[in-house]
Nanobody, 117 residues
Framework: QVQVVESGGGLVQPGGSLRLSCAAS????????MGWYRQAPGKQRELVAAVTSGGTTNYADAVKVRCTISRDNAKNTVYLQMNSLKPEDTAVYYC???????????WGQGTQVTVSS
């Protein structure tokens, strides 16, 4: 079992920045993928960015020039630095964890990001 906890959301003005954190604990394997997803009202949950334990990253086109995902393997933690935030970035952001070789996904409770003036 893996527990996933997100933090760092909040209310920011357009153009502002936030850093989200996601900490995983429990049955963490040597190889895993952690990613940030978001879900806006009326929209399907979508990938924002992901990083493997080996450091490979992947970004959605909408955020790749504004966001950076990073990891701290010692803490089983990933961070999502979001800059130049836009109102369309408003969503609940969820962290996902999956051990490589496993089909089981673990989700956090989500953290609200609201971009509004």
């Amino acid at each position: 079992q893996v527990q996933v906890v997100e933090s760092g959301g909040g209310l920011v003005q357009p153009g502002g920045s936030l850093r989200l954190s996601c900490a995983a604990s429990g049955s963490i394997g040597s190889r895993y993928i952690m990613g940030w997803y978001r879900q806006a009202p009326g929209k399907q949950r979508e990938l924002v960015a992901a990083v493997t334990s080996g450091g490979t990253t992947n970004y959605a086109d909408a955020v790749k020039v504004r966001c950076t995902i990073s990891r701290d393997n010692a803490k089983n933690t990933v961070y999502l630095q979001m800059n130049s935030l836009k109102p369309e970035d408003t969503a609940v952001y969820y962290c996902n964890f999956r051990n490589r070789g496993s089909s089981t996904n673990y989700w956090g409770q989500g953290t609200q990001v609201t971009v509004s003036s």
